[in-house]
């Protein structure tokens, strides 16, 4: 289990290095923020840019952690599919292969004309990655990798991750929206219980080297596995009244009037759910709470595990208040990652 956590950290840690090599870059830069219009929109392939680098991120993952682990293999799942039509016309399976020059020859096929990006990111995802964490050495579970599944969020808050805004300035530790909203995510769930287990969140963009002027990140993570409880953070004190809830911008003006009396203004914003979620684990906010349905297995997973590895947890909000309006004072129902929401699309 100890190896599977480490394999976890490691595949974050490159997929981090991607995303930012995508910034840093300048052949892949100009491409990640291109706004192709016209005759010119599909010209190298239907999907933008920012979807392969998406798409890359998650493959390099999902290859990473089922060649170290072939148990897992079938079972790690993602927000995006990895097929791509070229200027050809063809239809082309992201994915990486055997050696560089072959990954190269892959993405050069859905890049093309674009050549030097393609080597850049073949580059990359085969790429060793070398951790030094004395505290991941420590871990020792006794659940099976045949027993999980994985889901991986490769970037979440992609809008902000293309703007690439770094001057957003933080309301008490929050930032309402900006590069440092983009997350990579990671989470382990038991295939037969659906509980999140393990989860692995890394901030790619976490602060700039006041040197190389290069982006550094850094990456927690948590385990909730039985009786055990893990995490790479120390809990947060208990939360003092009033309560500090982050929304997003997009939450509905009923939520925000029943919430703000509560709050006694301390009701504050920000993208992503990932990063809300991380607000949380790392004290910044009590709560977050979401009442739309555009929040998926792979958005809440890792920050899920993290959390329940500190103590809190993530409720399932429509099932909680049903279960509160018929009386019932009980625990209340926690998110599950091995089935389909009910009455959920995509």
């Given amino acids: 289990m100890a190896g599977l956590l480490k394999a976890l950290v490691s595949a974050s840690e490159k997929a981090a290095d991607i995303a930012r090599l995508c910034r840093h870059e300048e052949p892949l830069f100009q491409l990640l923020v291109a706004e192709k219009t016209g005759a010119d929109k599909n010209r190298r392939f239907l999907q933008d840019f920012k979807t392969l680098a998406d798409v890359?991120?998650?493959?390099?993952?999902?290859?990473?952690?089922?060649?170290e682990f072939p148990e897992l293999q079938g079972h790690i799942g993602g927000e995006e599919s990895n097929e791509f039509t070229n200027a050809q016309g063809e239809t082309v399976a992201v994915r990486v292969c055997g050696t560089v020059g072959e990954t190269a020859a892959l993405l050069g096929s859905v890049l093309a004309p674009e050549q030097a990006a393609a080597e850049l990111l073949a580059a990359a995802a085969h790429r060793d990655v070398?951790?030094?964490?004395?505290?991941?050495?420590?871990v020792a579970l006794s659940i099976l990798p045949e027993d999980l599944a994985i889901w991986i969020d490769p970037i979440d808050s992609t809008n902000e991750y293309i703007r690439g805004r770094e001057d957003v300035a933080p309301v008490d530790g929050i930032s309402p929206a900006g590069l440092c909203s983009a997350l990579v995510l990671i989470g382990a769930y038991d295939r037969c219980s659906g509980c999140p287990v393990l989860g692995v969140i890394n901030e790619p963009f976490f602060r700039r080297d006041p040197l190389t002027h290069r982006w550094q990140g850094r990456y927690h993570w948590g385990v909730a596995y039985q009786d055990t409880r893990l995490c790479s953070l120390s809990p947060p004190p208990p939360p003092r009244p009033p309560p500090c809830v982050v929304l997003s911008r997009?939450?509905?003006?009923?939520?925000?009037?029943?919430?703000?009396?509560?709050?006694?203004?301390?009701?504050?914003?920000?993208?992503?759910?990932?990063?809300?979620?991380?607000?949380?684990?790392?004290?910044?906010?009590?709560a977050y709470v979401l009442s739309e349905g555009s929040t998926f297995a792979w958005d809440a997973c890792a920050p899920h595990a993290i959390l329940r590895a500190l103590g809190g947890g993530t409720v399932a909000l429509a099932e909680a208040l049903r279960a509160r309006r018929v009386g019932d004072t009980g625990p209340p129902p926690e998110l599950l990652y091995n089935r389909p929401a009910e009455g959920g699309v995509g």
Avoid: N, S, W
């Fill in 56 to 67: 890359l991120i998650q493959e390099v993952i999902k290859h990473d952690l089922g060649t």
């Fill in 130 to 138: 070398v951790l030094g964490d004395a505290a991941l050495d420590g």
């Fill in 250 to 286: 997009a939450e509905g003006p009923g939520v925000r009037a029943a919430l703000d009396p509560l709050c006694g203004g301390r009701l504050r914003f920000a993208a992503g759910a990932g990063y809300k979620m991380l607000c949380v684990i790392l004290g910044l906010a009590d």
